[in-house]
T-cell receptor, first 114, second 119 residues
C-alpha cells in the first residue's frame, strides 16, 4: 500500500537560511498535517490543510508558512532558520470519510540547522 | 485545552512477558479518539491501536490491547508476549472529534514512555 512520502529525508542548513519540506499524502487522502518533533520530545502540531484550505493552526512560528497544492501535496516553507528549528518534521495524512480519520505518518524530514 | 499525561518515562520488560503502559488525559469533549503510536529507533511513527470514545468495548490488535476507562479518563496499553521488536518509544495521543464533515482535529501527544524489551 502507498504511504506518505516526504522529501528530502535529511536537510542541513545554516542559520538564517530558508528550507522547503515537501509532503505527498496517501492517494485519495484529503487532509494533511504537519508536526515538529524536537530531540527527546513528543510531536507538536504545526498546521493542517483540508481540501487545499488551511483548516487548523498550532504552534507554528510566523517564520514558517505552508500550503497544499491542487495535486494535494503540501510544502512547509521555513525562513530565517534558527538553531532551535533543528527537529524531525512529520507530515501525516488522513481521509475524512474513513470513520476514524486516523492519521498516517510519513518517515519525516530531519532538519539540522548549523 | 486537552492534555495527555504519560507518567512512566521509561519501562522495561522481559521478553515474552506482559507490560502495561499508562496514559491519562484531560478534556471536556464527549466525542474523541485515542491512539497509541509506536516510535522505534528509526523514528517512524507507527499506529499501534485506536479507540473511539463512544465505544465501551476495549480495542484489541493481536498482542496489543487497551483498558479504556472513560469516566476516569484513562487509556492504558497492554502488550502481551513482549518481543524484542517492541522496543520503542510509545506515545499516547488524543484527537477531538469534529462533526459535520470536513477536516478533523490534530493529534495531541503525551511525552512518551520508552519501553525496553530485554532478552
Amino acid at each position: 500500500a502507498a504511504g506518505v512520502i516526504q522529501s528530502p529525508r535529511h536537510l542541513i542548513k545554516e542559520k538564517r537560511e530558508t528550507a522547503t519540506l515537501k509532503c505527498y499524502p496517501i492517494p485519495r487522502h484529503d487532509t494533511v498535517y504537519w508536526y515538529q518533533q524536537g530531540p527527546g520530545q513528543d510531536p507538536q502540531f504545526l498546521i493542517s490543510f483540508y481540501e487545499k484550505m488551511q483548516s487548523d493552526k498550532g504552534s507554528i512560528p510566523d517564520r514558517f508558512s505552508a500550503q497544499q497544492f491542487s495535486d494535494y501535496h503540501s510544502e512547509l516553507n521555513m525562513s530565517s532558520l534558527e538553531l532551535g528549528d533543528s527537529a524531525l518534521y512529520f507530515c501525516a495524512s488522513s481521509f475524512t470519510g474513513g470513520g476514524m480519520n486516523e492519521q498516517f505518518f510519513g518517515p519525516g524530514t530531519r532538519l539540522t540547522v548549523l | 485545552a486537552q492534555t495527555v499525561t504519560q507518567s512512566q518515562p521509561e519501562m522495561s520488560v522481559q521478553e515474552a512477558e506482559t507490560v502495561t503502559l499508562s496514559c491519562t488525559y484531560d478534556t471536556s469533549e464527549n466525542n474523541y479518539y485515542l491512539f497509541w503510536y509506536k516510535q522505534p529507533p528509526s523514528r517512524q511513527m507507527i499506529l499501534v491501536i485506536r479507540q473511539e470514545a463512544y465505544k465501551q468495548q476495549n480495542a484489541t490488535e493481536n498482542r496489543f490491547s487497551v483498558n479504556f476507562q472513560k469516566a476516569a479518563k484513562s487509556f492504558s496499553l497492554k502488550i502481551s508476549d513482549s518481543q524484542l521488536g517492541d522496543t520503542a518509544m510509545y506515545f499516547c495521543a488524543f484527537m477531538k472529534h469534529v462533526g459535520g464533515g470536513g477536516s478533523q482535529g490534530n493529534l495531541i501527544f503525551g511525552k512518551g514512555t520508552k519501553l525496553s524489551v530485554k532478552p
